[in-house]
Every structure is written in structure tokens, then in C-alpha cells.
């Protein structure tokens, strides 16, 4: 069936970085972009940025912008995120999802716990 | 930035009522690149609505929405107890993309 499945839960110190996997299986990879969202715990959902999976190319949210990197692998399906310079207030559950139908975001990743602690 | 308000925060209703959601958008928001999802505790978000009024596969029809231009409205008619969660909306005409800060729907 169509599913994106991501990378297990992290536990990272201030400053250092994160790279979240998102492998996707049951549809063609290259025909769909991928989002990025986060939740910080009890908050609502943040959009980070889009990748392309065709070509590779990215946007990304301005206050993300020099922080976060996304790219893919198309033999594997896979796309990545990786977010550095790690505060607390990046603590969240990152999703990966695809813009399927009309552009809404219709498969979801479970999700990835990030935990930025000292 | 594309700000989206969600009214109310949280409403408390029984089994078998409905409910009325609204999302209010800072600026104008064509209809075709609007949506809502739902969102249980411990779950990713889940599609119901996309293009602002077509239920996702597997919505029940009890899930319906409206709206254009700067308001639009998710009614869930005659509530399940599997309806209860929290509601998002979702622009995306422009980036950054955006949500609402969503609704909680409760049992009363």
C-alpha cells in the first residue's frame, strides 16, 4: 500500500544536528513532492519546506532557511531532512508527507520524536 | 504570511450533535488550495477534506466544508465518538504553507 515510513526517534544535544529519513513505497516516487511538518509537544503543525523528488529541487520556510536541508535519493526512494544548529524549541515530532490529492497532504509519515535536551 | 485562525479553540459536544468549525485566513485563499485535516492523540494528521470541499477516501459524508475567499467552515453532522480530535486547516497557495491552530472537538 502506499506509505511513507520514517526514521526512528532521536535524542540530540543543543547544537548539534538531525538528519530524519522518509522512505516512501507503493506509488512513483518522482510524482509527488514531499512536505515536511513538525509539532512541537501540545502545539499545533509547523510547515518546514517541499522537495521535489523529480528534480531535487527545495523550498523552505524563511525562519528555517540556512537551518534545514532536504534532499533525495530516487533509487531508494527516500528523502531526506536535516536540521542543525538544534535548540530546545526544536523539540517536536517531524512528519514527512506527500501533496497527493489537488496538492493537500494525503499520506503521512508516522512521525519522528526529535528531542533536543543537555 | 497567510495567518489562519481556527474558532473556536475547543467545543464540547455530545454524541450525535453537530459541529461547526471555522477558519478565518489574513488574506484571500482560493478554495482549490484549501484543506482540513483531523488529528487523534499519538497519530499523525489524517486527510478529510481537500480543495475545499471534496471528502478524502474513506471520509464518511457526515464530514462536509464550505467556504472561499477568507472563511470557510468544516461541519461534522451528527457526531461519532471517533470524531472527537482535533481539526486542522491548511493553506497552501502560498509558502510558507500554513495551518490553524486548530480545534479541539470534545465529549461534553
Known amino acids: 500500500q502506499v506509505q511513507l515510513v520514517q526514521s526512528g526517534a532521536e535524542v540530540k544535544k543543543p547544537g548539534a544536528s538531525v538528519k530524519v529519513t522518509c522512505q516512501a513505497s507503493?506509488?512513483?516516487?518522482?510524482?509527488?513532492?514531499i512536505h515536511w511538518v513538525r509539532q512541537a509537544p501540545g502545539q499545533g503543525l509547523e510547515w518546514l519546506g517541499i522537495i521535489n523528488p523529480s528534480g531535487g529541487t527545495t523550498t523552505y520556510a524563511q525562519r528555517f532557511e540556512g537551518r534545514v536541508t532536504m534532499t533525495r535519493d530516487t533509487s531508494t526512494s527516500t528523502v531526506y531532512m536535516d536540521l542543525t544548529s538544534l535548540t530546545s524549541e526544536d523539540t517536536a515530532v517531524y512528519y514527512c508527507a506527500r501533496a497527493g490529492l489537488a496538492s493537500a497532504f494525503d499520506i503521512w509519515g508516522q512521525g519522528t520524536v526529535v528531542t533536543v535536551s543537555s | 504570511e497567510i495567518v489562519l485562525t481556527q474558532s473556536p479553540g475547543t467545543l464540547s459536544l455530545s454524541p450525535g450533535e453537530t459541529a461547526t468549525l471555522s477558519c478565518r485566513a489574513s488574506?484571500?485563499?482560493?478554495?482549490?488550495?484549501f484543506a482540513w485535516y483531523q488529528q487523534k492523540p499519538g497519530q499523525a494528521p489524517r486527510l478529510l477534506i481537500y480543495g475545499a470541499s471534496n471528502r478524502a477516501t474513506g471520509v464518511p459524508f457526515r464530514f462536509s466544508s464550505s467556504g472561499s475567499g477568507t472563511d470557510f467552515t468544516l461541519t461534522i453532522s451528527r457526531l461519532e465518538p471517533e470524531d472527537f480530535a482535533v481539526y486542522y486547516c491548511h493553506q497552501f497557495v502560498s509558502t510558507p504553507e500554513t495551518f490553524g491552530q486548530g480545534t479541539k472537538v470534545e465529549i461534553k
Open positions: 507503493g506509488y512513483i516516487f518522482i510524482d509527488y513532492y
Open positions: 488574506q484571500s485563499v482560493s478554495g482549490s488550495y
